[in-house]
């Protein structure tokens, strides 16, 4: 045995818990990760997880969707438990007011104490970063930039959702549920990793530069000098629906090239004044380009890159699987829920469907997969 899963769509939280306790019942799971439906109410979902795996390693966050191997379900709670066959060691630390201020300096004592060795000097061959963020903190990037000057490892995750009411996130952590605040998680494997980004749409050719941004909020004033929901419809070329907002939004995200790679910026809402409120921050002077869904296809292109991770890894023990809540609305617009979840029957699988993934920094729109030998 190296990682069990375990599912509950039981709405009575006691009863759930005692459900997820059953399933990962073994004295050889140290570490546990869960992600639950906002439907749960946070501070008893915290602490009837902890109470359920006394003297474990718990953490988790709340979702806009849960994944689970071979489904993708809402109103749930999934878990995963590891035992020392796939993660041998780690060390998590909790940063609180991120919004506020940033500091890592509790980040690098835990990591120093937990592990033996500076944050610093963490080779990125052997020690891997889990993120967890509060999904409307709106400071994933600051984050995500902060983490890169202090050491070198991969920091993977997403952003915590609430079923797509943007209202409130919570990150869970040893019995206590938090606002506005980061879980990171170093994790030594014990035998190997393999991070997956992977994202499905095609580059239309049509630029907008974001003349005016109010970077604070991630709001777009102006795109190529005109008001930038204007500009934004007129690039997609399609009249404007409030009402289907979210597929417009879906179907044409804008993307950001960084050499040969694309980072996507996501729409989420229409702001006062002909404005665009982003997922993911655009600084003042970006270029980015329109993009485009139609003709891609993310069943195939996620297919294949968990195809490269087992090619790489021989095996996989786990899969953390962290997919953005607007890919789904586009998997359910194809009718290819069920075809993406079947991709991740054969592994043992929990994820949730987020505000926002992190790879190498903050993006949107994007599946983003930790494997684990």
Do not use: W
Not at 84 to 105: P, W, Y
Not at 125 to 130: A, I, N, P, R, V
Not at 331 to 349: E, G, I, M, R
Request: charged share 25%; aromatic share 10%; proline share 2%.
């Amino acid at each position: 045995m190296k990682t069990i899963t375990a599912h509950t769509n039981n709405k009575d939280i006691v009863q759930a818990c005692n459900e997820i306790k059953t399933k990962l019942d073994s004295e050889e799971i140290e570490v546990i990760i869960y992600f639950a439906s906002s439907s749960y109410e946070p501070s008893k979902i915290a602490k009837f997880m902890q109470d359920s795996f006394p003297n474990k390693k718990v953490f988790g966050c709340s979702s806009a969707g849960e994944i689970i191997s071979g489904k993708i379900d809402n109103s749930s709670i999934v878990a995963m438990g590891f035992t020392k066959d796939v993660i041998s060691s780690l060390s998590i630390t909790v940063l609180e007011n991120i919004s506020k201020e940033i500091d890592l300096s509790k980040f690098k004592e835990n990591v120093k104490k937990d592990l033996g060795i500076s944050a610093e000097d963490l080779d990125y061959k052997k020690y891997l970063g889990l993120i967890l963020v509060d999904g409307i903190s709106v400071a994933e990037e600051h984050l995500m930039d902060k983490l890169g000057n202090v050491t070198n490892i991969i920091f993977s995750g997403a952003s915590a959702g609430d079923d797509l009411k943007f209202q409130e996130t919570y990150i869970y952590y040893d019995g206590k549920v938090y606002n506005n605040a980061a879980l990171l998680v170093v994790i030594e494997p014990t035998r190997g990793y393999y991070v997956i980004k992977t994202e499905s749409y095609n580059l239309t050719g049509k630029k907008l530069v974001a003349n005016k941004v109010n970077e604070k909020d991630r709001i777009i004033e102006e795109f190529n000098g005109k008001p930038a929901l204007t500009e934004y419809l007129s690039q997609v070329g399609q009249e404007f629906l409030p009402e289907s907002a979210f597929v417009y939004f879906a179907n044409n995200p804008l993307g950001l090239r960084v050499g040969h790679d694309i980072y996507i910026r996501a729409p989420r809402a229409v702001a006062d004044n002909n404005t665009l409120l982003l997922q993911c921050n655009l600084l003042e002077g970006m270029e980015v380009e329109l993009l485009e869904c139609s003709s891609a296809d993310i069943v195939a292109d996620t297919k294949k890159a968990l195809d490269k991770a087992k090619k790489e890894l021989g095996e996989i023990n786990a899969l953390l699987s962290f997919n953005c809540a607007y890919r789904i609305i586009l998997l359910s617009l194809k009718n290819q829920v069920q075809d993406y979840a079947d991709l991740f029957l054969d592994f043992p699988t929990a994820g949730f469907c987020a505000y926002g993934e992190q790879y190498l920094g903050h993006l949107n729109q994007t599946g983003t997969i930790i494997a684990l030998k």
